[in-house]
C-alpha cells in the first residue's frame, strides 16, 4: 500500500500570509494526487487534481505542484474562509490512501 | 449541477447489518467510477471501496474487505454500500464520493 505523509500536522496562520502543506507518497504516484479542503462538520470539498489542476470555482490564491513522491499545496494570501482541515490523496492505485491532514488554524 | 445524496446511516449493534445509499444527479452515472469514503470521529478521512462506471470490478480497504459489499444500479443513479458484521470500529460518518463531488454524508453508529 501506499503511504501519504502529510507536514505539518497543524500550522498557525494570519490572514494575508502565505501557506505551504506538503505531502510525500511512499513510492512514485506520478501526478495522481488529489487536495480537500474540510471544514468542520461539513463534507469535504474536492480542490485540486492530477497534482495542480483546480476544479472549477476554486480561488485562484490555491495552487498545488509537484508529481512522482513530492507534492505541495500552496495558498497565497490566506482568507478566512481558508481556515479548515486540508487532506491529500493518492489515486494511482488501490487502496486509494490519504494523508493525516493539516488543520490550518488562527494565529 | 452534481448532487450526491447519501442516506442509510443508522445505529446499530455490533454484528449487525446496514445498507448505505448514495443517490446521484447531474452527471453520466454510468460512465463513471463511484466510491465511499469514511471519517471516524475527530479522525482523518479513510477510503472505503470503490467500483467502476459498468460495476464489473470492485476495491475495497483491508479493513472492510469480507465483510462490506459495494454494487450500483446504473438504472436508478444510486449507489450502495451494504455493511455486513458490523464492529464499533467501523463507527462514522460516510460519504459518498463520484466524480469530484461529495455526498453531504451519513452517520453510521455501532455500540450496544
Known amino acids: 500500500d501506499i503511504q501519504m505523509t502529510q507536514s505539518p500536522s497543524s500550522l498557525s496562520a494570519s490572514v494575508g500570509d502565505r501557506v505551504t502543506i506538503t505531502c510525500r507518497a511512499s513510492?512514485?504516484?506520478?501526478?495522481?494526487l488529489a487536495w480537500y479542503q474540510q471544514k468542520p462538520e461539513k463534507a469535504p470539498k474536492s480542490l485540486i487534481y492530477a497534482a495542480s489542476n483546480l476544479h472549477s470555482g476554486v480561488p485562484s490564491r490555491f495552487s498545488g505542484s509537484g508529481s512522482g513522491t513530492d507534492f505541495t499545496l500552496t495558498i497565497t494570501g490566506l482568507q478566512p474562509e481558508d481556515f479548515a482541515t486540508y487532506y491529500c490523496?493518492?489515486?494511482?492505485?488501490?487502496?486509494?490512501?490519504f494523508g493525516g491532514g493539516t488543520k490550518v488554524e488562527i494565529k | 449541477e452534481v448532487q450526491l445524496l447519501d442516506s442509510g446511516g443508522d445505529l446499530v449493534q455490533p454484528g449487525g447489518s446496514l445498507r448505505l445509499s448514495c443517490a446521484a444527479s447531474?452527471?453520466?452515472?454510468?460512465?463513471?467510477?463511484m466510491g465511499w469514503v469514511r471519517q471516524a470521529p475527530g479522525k482523518g478521512l479513510e477510503w472505503v471501496s470503490s467500483?467502476?462506471?459498468?460495476?464489473?470490478?470492485?476495491y475495497y480497504a483491508d479493513s472492510v474487505k469480507g465483510r462490506f459489499t459495494i454494487s450500483r444500479d446504473n438504472s436508478k443513479n444510486a449507489l450502495y454500500l451494504q455493511m455486513n458484521s458490523l464492529r464499533a470500529d467501523d463507527t462514522a460518518v460516510y460519504y459518498c464520493l463520484g466524480v469530484w463531488h461529495w455526498g453531504q454524508g451519513t452517520q453510521v453508529t455501532v455500540s450496544s
Open positions: 490523496q493518492q489515486y494511482n492505485s488501490y487502496p486509494r490512501t
Open positions: 513510492q512514485g504516484i506520478n501526478s495522481w
Open positions: 467500483i467502476t462506471g459498468s460495476g464489473d470490478n470492485t
Open positions: 447531474g452527471f453520466t452515472f454510468n460512465n463513471n467510477a
